[in-house]
């Protein structure tokens, strides 16, 4: 049994993560603790980097099987009018900022108190006195729906990039899944690319990337800030668990956007449920730091993602709720949105 196994076994919760070793679905990872920090982890982190930047840069364009190529182009052909969305913008949200809204700078309420949030896993707490803390964001841009398969679609179809037949089982509205977090983080990267040169980007837009932000993964703090807003509330619409107000316990995704909240921050909608968004936060135990996201990392290193699924209980769609993905794992409950950064 590995550490992080002894680690999921020993927190009570269930022991199981997202990682291959269980094949139910509704088992989503509850991950608690992690390895010590180490000189030669901090080696083997940097073997790692380097591994995924040369794996990246296997995976710029290829030509896929004519077979592929036909499939994609037929599935973006024929989303002409997917109401809502751009066809002449890789289907992006029809809205003014092509679904990015900003969440202003400023502190918001971290973590969890099992005082008042009887659901919380203990590795929602911080240290110390005070088991939920105080953190400072600068202000930032995030997607208001969940990205969709057909806008991962039409990333696959551009560049040629090999992606899991999996991820275009589900309609075109739905939240793109059975994505990896690398999958993730190379279509953040083409979306920055093409809407930094795309004659047409919003001009807000287009200011901010050509002034040097960036679109990618939310960090975990980006993201929860992003659910709760500034106070504290267990779930993005109030306190209480709310089927009307998003999609869990479930059977399957729903278009995103299907659950309107009108109580949620910033008029985001599906950060709880639908499918699990991953994060560019690597899985560390609170205090959330994130200077310290390169170190530690070895080969049993997980990716934080957060939010809960379709298939979860209300307990896995509260904001603090922290699971860890695996590297290289699809599922087909776990996706991402964007965000928008220095
Ligand atoms: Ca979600
Ligand atoms: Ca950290």
């Avoid at 795309?198 to 050509?210: A, F, M, N, S, V």
């Avoid at 609170?286 to 080969?299: K, M, N, Q, T, V």
Wanted: with cysteine; proline share 9%; net charge negative.
């Amino acid at each position: 049994m590995s550490a992080r196994e002894e680690a999921r076994q020993s927190a009570g919760g269930s022991p199981q993560g997202a990682d291959g070793t269980q094949r139910d679905p509704g088992a989503t990872a509850q991950v608690v603790g992690g390895p010590p920090q180490s000189v030669g982890g901090i080696t083997i982190v940097v073997v790692l980097v380097l591994g995924v930047a040369v794996w990246m840069s296997l995976q710029r364009p290829q030509p896929n099987s004519v077979g592929d190529m036909e499939r994609l182009s037929r599935l973006t052909s024929g989303l002409g009018d997917l109401p809502g969305f751009r066809a002449d913008a890789w289907f992006l949200p029809d809205e003014e900022l092509l679904g990015f809204v900003v969440v202003p700078g400023g502190p918001f309420l971290m973590g969890s108190d099992p005082a008042v949030d009887r659901l919380a896993f203990d590795n929602e707490w911080w240290p110390g006195a005070s088991p939920q803390a105080t953190v400072d964001l600068p202000e930032f841009y995030v997607g208001r729906y969940e990205v969709t398969v057909a806008q991962f679609g039409a990333f696959v179809e551009e560049t040629g990039y090999r992606a899991d037949d999996e991820a275009f089982q589900q309609p075109p509205d739905h939240p793109v899944a059975t994505v990896s977090w690398t999958d993730a983080l190379a279509y953040a990267r083409w979306l920055e690319t093409t809407l930094r040169e795309w004659p047409e980007t919003p001009t807000e837009l287009g200011r901010l990337l050509r002034g040097g932000w960036h679109i990618s993964l939310p960090t975990e703090a980006e993201w929860e800030k992003a659910a709760r807003g500034s106070d504290g509330r267990i779930y993005p619409w109030g306190n209480q668990p709310r089927r009307d107000r998003a999609n869990y316990a479930g059977r399957g995704t729903v278009p995103v956007g299907s659950y309107e909240c009108p109580e949620c921050p910033f008029g985001l909608l599906d950060m709880s449920g639908n499918v699990w968004e991953l994060t560019r936060s690597p899985y560390q135990s609170y205090p959330y730091d994130e200077s310290d996201d390169r170190e530690g990392l070895d080969a049993d290193a997980l990716w934080v993602m957060r939010g809960g699924a379709f298939n979860d209980p209300e307990r896995n769609v509260r904001t603090g709720i922290r699971g860890g993905a695996d590297p290289g794992v699809r599922r087909p409950f776990i996706g991402f949105r964007l965000v928008i950064t220095p």
